[in-house]
């Protein structure tokens, strides 16, 4: 199954100590790895979970946007974030055509 930036829905299972584990597409698709920190919001009858990120600012430098996390990034990071960004700038413009 692919995973492109859409709504999935499924069910998760929990053991017996509590523990669920978010799908593969899902880690992947929000950049999380082992030892990652989540945001657990609960409300009424739901539970809303989102990857806990340092808190960053934005400004313009030499007139560009920039965001500053106030933390350096790996250089996996980078590379998965450039491999990313070219799949779906190419996604967007040859559509089905690949």
């Known amino acids: 199954m692919e995973w ?3 709504i999935m ?3 998760l299972h929990m053991d017996r100590a509590g523990r669920i584990v978010l799908p593969k597409p899902v880690r992947d698709e ?3 790895s082992p030892g990652d920190s989540l ?4 409300a009424q009858d739901h539970i809303v979970l989102r990857p806990a ?7 313009k430098e030499k ?14 990071t980078v590379r998965k974030t450039i491999r990313r ?3 779906e700038r190419e996604r967007k413009i040859l559509g089905n055509y690949r």
């Open 4 to 6: 492109y930036n859409t």
């Open 9 to 11: 829905d499924s069910i």
């Open 30 to 32: 929000l950049q999380l």
């Open 39 to 42: 945001e657990m919001e609960v």
């Open 53 to 59: 990120r340092a808190r960053g600012r934005m400004f």
């Open 63 to 76: 007139g560009v946007w920039v965001f500053d996390s106030g933390q350096p990034l790996s250089e996996q």
């Open 85 to 87: 960004v070219r799949v």
